[in-house]
């Protein structure tokens, strides 16, 4: 924690990851006084495959972040592997940076929160958030837990950011809920010593098998880090009604010693992390008048591989710009002015909606069994249709792309959303 606690402030942000830390930065830059607390000290770690898609570097140079991300390494694509097949998928490009990369999260989240902080944000550490204090239906501080033998203090804010991350304690507190009808992702990752950590290409099996060689609707990854080290780590979907039946510790030292030869792997995986992440919005109660969450917080993973620090990074954004227009003043009309209760979901479903439910429903799907086991092989035969997949996983297609791929994802998008039991970031259909 700082020697000398901030009180008060225009926006608190609780959580200094890429999606707090982002907020914060963009809220300050446009002239808020703000506060960005953690309940961490910074350098921390987190449960991440460290991967960042040309859609998170495009963010990132938005932040000014260009000259510290090329010391790290770029990668080229995706290499797919599975059902007897090896293919190398490049990044599409287009609108999008051609390229992408791998930043361990303890040096991530750190030098973005530094940005934060040099963009005039104010930084708490060691805060962990546990209540908050109400004026009606409007958010007016927020309690955190004081250190040992140390008395809770409160931060007054006039506005709140929460961007603590997939389990968000105090979204809980503020009425936020998490619906696993639709897919969600179990994940672990580990770092290992490998001969290869300078590939050109992060690597992913989309033939998962577990520890009885049943086919996992998921997949594996290596990332290579450029250090020495990669990433490697393993996902699986699950559904209320279909939950995943893995232990992931194990499963992970299975996959690494399947690719112990081809990685030129040393040792054992180290630094073992897992995670259950809310995926496609699968959300609800994501603001309030004058608060909102973010990122994995407001269930900003994509559905389809498991990534979030792209949406983190641009929820953070987002978010900002309301706030620089004045949403949650409670005063004038329109979106930019409106309450966050009504400008937030909204701003998240017109981003987000059609390809969070088409990407939902897609997932689900490969929870069925033998869905994977017959498709799997069909999808991996074509270069084409897996260069398509790797757009719309690794969710490449933008807003402004009028190409063929791009508007047959929207247009699926938007049939999705009409058979919805619950819209992302929302209640059931009345």
Not at 106 to 111: A, E, N, P
Request: glycine share 14%; hydrophobic share 40%; with cysteine.
């Amino acid at each position: 924690m700082t020697d000398q606690v901030p009180t008060s402030t225009d926006l608190l942000v609780v959580g200094a990851g890429p999606a707090g830390s982002a907020a914060a930065a963009w809220a300050a830059r446009s002239g808020l006084n703000v506060v960005l607390a953690d309940k961490e000290t910074f350098p921390r770690d987190k449960a991440c495959g460290d991967g960042l898609t040309p859609r998170a570097i495009a963010e990132l140079d938005r932040l000014g972040l260009s000259d510290w991300l090329s010391a790290y390494p770029s990668n080229r694509g995706l290499r797919a592997c599975g059902f007897g097949q090896e293919l190398y998928l490049p990044w599409p490009g287009g609108s999008l940076p051609g390229r992408g990369s791998a930043v361990p999260r303890t040096t991530l989240d750190t030098r973005i929160r530094e940005e934060a902080l040099a963009s005039g944000a104010r930084g708490v550490e060691n805060a962990r958030a546990v209540d908050v204090l109400r004026d009606g239906d409007r958010v007016i501080g927020v309690v955190f837990a004081g250190a040992k033998d140390q008395p809770n203090f409160t931060i007054s804010c006039r506005r709140l950011v929460v961007a603590d991350g997939y389990r968000s304690q105090l979204g809980r507190v503020l009425g936020r809920e998490w619906h696993q009808d639709t897919a969600f992702g179990v994940a672990a990752r580990a770092y290992v010593k490998s001969g290869r950590s300078t590939d050109e290409w992060i690597t992913s099996h989309l033939e998962l098998r577990g520890t009885q060689n049943e086919l996992l609707p998921g997949y594996g990854w290596v990332f290579p880090l450029g250090d020495g080290e990669v990433n490697i780590g393993v996902g699986a979907l699950a559904t209320e009604k279909r939950p995943a039946d893995v232990h992931l510790k194990d499963l992970i030292k299975i996959y690494a010693d399947l690719r112990r030869d081809d990685w030129q792997l040393e040792g054992e995986p180290r630094g073992v992390r897992s995670a259950m992440l809310p995926m496609g919005g699968a959300v609800s109660g994501v603001a309030g008048p004058n608060w909102a969450l973010i990122g994995d917080a407001a269930g900003c993973v994509n559905p389809l591989n498991g990534e979030g620090i792209d949406y983190g990074l641009e929820t953070g954004r987002l978010v900002a710009e309301l706030f620089a227009a004045g949403a949650g003043t409670g005063r004038g009309t329109g979106r930019s002015h409106a309450d966050l209760n009504v400008a937030w979901p909204a701003t998240l479903r017109e981003h987000y909606g059609a390809a969070f439910s088409v990407a939902r429903r897609l997932a689900t799907l490969l929870t069925v069994p033998g869905v994977l086991r017959y498709g799997g092989p069909v999808g991996m035969r074509s270069s084409h249709l897996m260069t398509v997949a790797l757009r719309v996983m690794g969710n490449l297609v933008l807003e402004e792309d009028t190409d063929y791929v791009a508007r047959l994802w929207r247009g699926a998008g938007r049939v999705s959303q009409r058979f919805d039991e619950r819209v992302p970031f929302g209640e059931p259909r009345s």
